[in-house]
């Protein structure tokens, strides 16, 4: 693992070990099988950004539970437009469900409140959040707290394990920080 990249014209450092999250995700997959029990939980991916979390959670989690995928818009470089865009809709039926939102990240906390009164309109019979990371000092345009948390870490801009500045460094399987 390098200790520090560029992409494009950003510089980061090494900032979360791969080693750190891994012992989280699997203690949030017991924290929701002991929660949902025989709810039979829809879980939905928050593509991009959380597809390597989901993937990982989902292989701790080990049951019979289905999984469907949404994508949504809200970021232009290294800052939220305040706008969100829904992409792609979950290919399964949200309506009666217990909905578990799988994803990567809350920095303002206005896209998954907006994915969350969307999936409660579309009748969802409740819906709940697991996230991998929480900046609970970022600036908020609504405050939203994750029912499932891996990592509280402050507001720095991040990239790897799924998290992205304009399309580049997901694939990182640990988590760097921008350089200012």
Known sequence: MPAQITLNDKSFSIYIHD????????RM???IVADMGDKNPLFICILNGSFMFTSELMREIDGDYQLCFA??????GTRS???IQEIMKPQISVEGRHVIILEDLIDSGLTLDHIRALYT???????????????PDAPKVVDVKPDYLGLEIPPDFIVGHGLDYDGRGRLY???YKLIE
Do not use: F, N
């Open 81 to 83: 437009t305040g706008a």
């Open 71 to 76: 994508q949504y818009a809200s970021y232009s």
């Open 19 to 26: 080693s750190e999250i891994q012992p989280q995700i699997k």
């Open 121 to 135: 309109s579309r009748g969802a019979k409740e819906v709940k959040l697991a996230v991998l990371l929480h900046k």
């Open 29 to 31: 997959a017991k924290e």
């Open 173 to 175: 399987k640990d988590i």
